[in-house]
Each structure stands twice: as C-alpha cells, then as structure tokens.
C-alpha cells in the first residue's frame, strides 16, 4: 500500500513565486524515504500540503489511499509532523505540550498521560517534564518535537530536518530511535540537508530542485549510477608523483596523501595492487566526502 | 467528523484556554477588578452621590450593570484575541491545524475560554458591587441572556480581530479606537433620556448601548430600549460573526500559506 502518493501537485503562493511545480511522489508503506534538496527547493511546502498548513494550487495527494482534501480527518490523523522551526508554547511545561497535542487528536486524557510519560521517557525528556519549554536546550526542544509528533501513534512520520542544529551524540542516538520506529512499521518521510543522515537512514530517495523532483529511487539503484567513487588515500611515503596503472590520481596539499578515482568496474583490491606495485604503503584510506553527496552535486550540476 | 475526537479536542482547547488565564490572574481576572471598584468608588460614591436618581434608582445603583458589561466586554475580546493571536504569532497554531481538529471546534474552543473568562470577571464584579450597594435582580432570564449573549459577541470579535491581524499592534487598534469609545457611550454612565434628540438618534446605532440597556433591564425593570429587540439583535450579530469566522478559516486566511 502506498503511504503516500503525489500526483501533479503544483502551489503558487499569492506572491506569484511558484514554489511546486507538478510533483509526483510516491512513499510505500513502511518506508524510510529521504526527500532531498537545497533551501527553498520547495521541501518544506510539499510537506506543508500534506498536513493542511499550505493550501495547494493543483494536483492531488493521497495518504494511506484517501485523498487529503476529501478526508482531511483521517488523513491527518495518521500524519505525525517533526516541522523544521520550534513552534510549540515556549511558555508551557513540556508535559502539557505533549499532552495537548494528544488532545488535539482526540486521544482521552489518561491515555494521553500514560503515552506522554513513555515518549518522554524514550526520548530522555521525563527529567525535564515539569520545566517550560523555554529552558530546555537545542536538542531537547527537537526531541520534543518528535514526542509531540508521536504521541497518537501516527502510521506515517514526516520530519523537516529534525537534526538541524544537533550535536553528533545526540543525532547518532535519534537515528538510532527512528529506525527502531521504522523497523516497528512506521513510514518515515524525512528532508535533511544532511546527506549522510539520508544515506544511513533512508531506503529510498528523491532529489527535489526549484519544485520539481529530479531523481528519485531506491537509495542504493541512486548510488549505482555514480560513475566513480573518490578515495583520499595518505601514503607512508611523500610521492612527488603517483601512476597507479589504471587509476586517475590527484595531489592533495599533504605531501602524504592524494584524491583516486575508482571506477564503478573497479575495485578496491585493483587500487591496492597498483600501489603496492608503486613499492608504496597505505596508512589510511577515507571516502572523500559522502557518496550520496557526490551523487547529488552531479546531478544539481546536471 | 468523528464526534468523539473533536469532543475532545474542544474539551482540550478549553482546558488549556482556562489555564492559560487562571494561570495569570494577575494579569487578567485583578486588573478590571479594580478598574472597576475605582469606577463605584469615584463615579458612584463621589460624584454619584451628588447626581439625583435615575428612573428611580441611586447613581451608584445604575452604574452597576454597565459596569459588569463593560468587564464581560473588554475580557472576552481581549482573551481571544490575546491568545489565538499569540497562537499564529509562536506558529502554535499549526498543532491544531495538522491534528484532525475541526475549524468549527478550534473556534467553539477560543470562544468558550474567552466567554468564561468574560463570566468569570462579570461575576466577579458583581460580587464586589455588593460592597457597595445591595440589588436584587428584576429579570433573571434577561439578565443571564444578556450576559451569555454579549460574552459570546465579542469572543467571536475577539477571533476575528486575531485572524486578520498580522501584528502585535493590530490587536490593539481595534480595542482601543473602536471598542472603548463605544463602550464609554454605550450608556454605562448615563440614561439616553438626559441626551439630546440629535444624540439619541446617533446613539441608537451603537451596539453596545443595547447590550448595556437590556442587561439593566434584567437587573432593575428599567430600559430606554426593547430588551426583546436587544437579545436579538444580538443573536443576529453573533450568527454573522460565526459565519464569517468560519468562511475567513476555510480560506485559512491568517492561518494557512
């Protein structure tokens, strides 16, 4: 079943800016979907279509088979929102946010109490229950996002840039969170400009540029299409200059290391049979930059 | 609409509402407490007492119902208003919209927190006006309509003073250039009788001075207006203002891009 499907969806905003431009999208059920681009590329809009906080000019979208516009109750219902900005009551204890937003959906008061206190508690918040939201720091304010998000058991969680703005142990331990979310049935859509977030998250991806999807697929037939991958590859030895038969080379600004290009048709093994042919030894080998990274500034290149 | 959701979604909206100003009491139920008693105390014993009797009844006495309408006024407008605008201002708004609750619930929710807060003040002040002068009420039924009605007008304004406004300033405009001035000539402190001809004509288009005519009916029996004529023009106000706060959220106007 799909959990979300996008059809032609355009938006044009009063300002005449036209921020979609005949979208189509699809998210099966059970995915974890990466919705890639860069700032105003039209992510967060094609979000806001979906939970009713932007109006659409054209097109239609369906969650969970039911169109959003005809059955806005059900459809939302099954939507849980991480948005991008905080925008709950600074003022309001941590609790009460979560707890009223249970009561929006219509989840019964003890229920909506004894499901806060769990989210709370899985997302390291209990302690801070009782304090405003105002005097809580830049993480725990997004996990509170998430708690609020979760709290009447969405099918489907759509989270905008949840990480922004996150320190490494705290985004480690959130991706650790969502795919546990994911692996227990939950649809995840997320946007991220993160792009090593997406590839270690995401099964699928699509690449959104100036309102229109320009790539879309699963995250590994993505990466297929990458014609090279590139290797910073540091040597014991200060090589003037590097023929690795079969490889093309560049110099770094360390003596010791330099850029190689592997091919799709190559190996890793090839690489260092032709350095030790070059009588060199490697003492590190990193990616240079994310994969998904490469793939995505070739085809906003493209 | 599932009923049972948007029960209690509204049932949420109010609790939240009613903690939201029983939590700054200081701020909202004191203030026109003492506003208030300055008005019986200045108004009703200084210079009241030097004012003969209106339609048979002591100064003091005849201050008493526009005062507690001016309190029912000013504090369910200023609730909704305050709060639904805060609400779009910190974008908290977009709880309630991409939950499934209803614009219908949203506005009943706001209007309800607005309307107990007015009662709330209302009866407040009634309680302090014992004080100071001992009544009993003439009319009950008038006098509760014409407390319920009035409180629910201007919850509904309240609203949508907020979905227009863009700034912290355009809930003020309103208050302080339209509502006030009419409420001062709405006949708190004075019969219409003692205007003259010219005057009552032009006074006779304001509203407010048939919600504060009415609601002394229901206290003393005496009026320069029709009550019946008064609830419902009143009821006429608050049906168009409902219709109008729900057509102005279907466009999402103020609420949705």
Same mark, same amino acid.
């Given at each position: 079943m799909h959990a979300i499907e996008i059809h032609q969806l355009r938006k044009t905003y009063a300002t005449g800016v036209e921020a979609l431009k005949g979208v189509?999208? &699809?998210?099966?059920?059970?995915?974890? #979907? *990466?919705? %890639?681009? =860069?700032?105003? *590329?039209?992510?967060?809009?094609?979000?806001?279509?979906?939970?009713? +906080?932007?109006?659409?000019?054209?097109?239609?979208?369906?969650?969970?088979?039911?169109?959003?516009?005809? #059955?806005?109750?059900?459809?939302?219902?099954?939507?849980? +929102?991480?948005?991008?900005?905080?925008?709950?009551?600074?003022?309001?204890?941590?609790?009460?946010?979560?707890? &009223? @937003?249970?009561?929006? #959906?219509?989840?019964?008061?003890? @229920?909506?109490?004894?499901?806060?206190?769990?989210?709370?508690?899985?997302?390291? +918040?209990?302690?801070?229950?009782?304090? &405003?939201?105002?005097?809580?720091?830049?993480?725990?304010?997004?996990?509170?996002?998430? *708690?609020? =998000?979760?709290?009447?058991?969405?099918?489907? %969680?759509?989270?905008?840039?949840? &990480?922004?703005?996150?320190?490494?142990?705290?985004?480690?331990?959130?991706?650790? #969170?969502?795919?546990e979310l994911n692996k227990q049935g939950t649809t995840i859509l997320l946007t991220t400009h993160n792009l090593e977030e997406a590839e270690q998250l995401c099964k699928k991806v699509a690449i959104i540029q100036n309102g229109q999807i320009i790539k879309q697929g699963s995250m590994r037939s993505l990466l297929q299409e990458m014609s090279e991958s590139i290797y910073q590859v540091t040597f014991k030895q200060k090589p003037e200059k590097l023929k690795l038969k079969g490889f093309k080379a560049e110099a770094t600004e360390d003596p010791h290391s330099w850029n190689v290009a592997v091919g799709q048709e190559q190996t890793l093994s090839a690489l260092f049979e032709a350095v030790k042919a070059e009588d060199l030894t490697i003492v590190e080998l990193n990616t240079k930059g994310n994969r998904l990274e490469q793939l995505y500034l070739n085809l906003l290149d493209s | 609409m599932n009923f049972q959701r948007q029960k209690i979604a509204l049932e949420t909206i109010v609790r939240k509402e009613v903690g939201r100003f029983t939590r700054i009491w200081a701020q909202t139920l004191l203030p026109p407490l003492i506003n208030q008693s300055l008005y019986f105390i200045i108004f009703g014993g200084f210079i009241g007492s030097q004012i003969s009797e209106i339609k048979g009844i002591s100064y003091m006495s005849y201050i008493i119902p526009g005062l507690i309408m001016m309190g029912i006024i000013s504090n369910s407008f200023a609730n909704v208003v305050s709060s639904f605008f805060s609400s779009k201002f910190m974008h908290n708004v977009e709880e309630m919209i991409v939950a499934s609750v209803s614009n219908e619930v949203i506005l009943l929710g706001y209007t309800f927190g607005g309307m107990l807060r007015g009662l709330l003040v209302g009866l407040l002040i009634l309680g302090m006006s014992l004080f100071f002068v001992p009544f009993t009420i003439a009319h009950p039924l008038y006098f509760v309509a014409f407390a319920v009605l009035t409180a629910l007008l201007f919850a509904l304004a309240g609203f949508l003073n907020a979905l227009f406004a863009k700034k912290f300033d355009d809930i003020s405009i309103f208050q302080t250039f339209i509502l006030t001035p009419l409420t001062y000539f709405g006949g708190v402190f004075y019969s219409i009788d003692h205007l003259p001809p010219f005057w009552q004509t032009i006074s006779k288009f304001n509203p407010i001075l048939y919600m504060v005519d009415g609601f002394r009916y229901g206290f003393y029996g005496i009026n320069d207006l029709n009550p019946a004529f008064g609830l419902l023009f009143l009821l006429l106000c608050c049906i168009v203002l409902t219709l109008l706060n729900l057509h102005m959220m279907k466009k999402g106007y103020g609420l949705k891009t």
């Open positions: 189509d999208l &699809t998210v099966e059920s059970g995915d974890f #979907y *990466a919705l %890639l681009g =860069a700032n105003g *590329a039209g992510k967060t809009t094609l979000l806001g279509t979906l939970v009713g +906080l932007v109006n659409r000019s054209s097109g239609s979208e369906k969650v969970f088979g039911k169109e959003v516009l005809d #059955y806005p109750e059900e459809t939302k219902h099954s939507i849980g +929102l991480v948005p991008q900005e905080f925008n709950f009551n600074i003022f309001e204890k941590v609790e009460n946010i979560v707890v &009223t @937003q249970a009561g929006y #959906y219509g989840v019964p008061r003890k @229920q909506a109490l004894a499901r806060t206190e769990k989210l709370l508690k899985d997302l390291e +918040l209990w302690d801070k229950r009782n304090s &405003t939201a105002m005097h809580l720091s830049g993480g725990m304010k997004r996990r509170l996002l998430i *708690a609020r =998000a979760l709290v009447h058991n969405p099918r489907l %969680l759509i989270l905008d840039e949840p &990480t922004a703005g996150v320190d490494v142990e705290l985004r480690h331990s959130m991706w650790a #969170y969502l795919r | -």
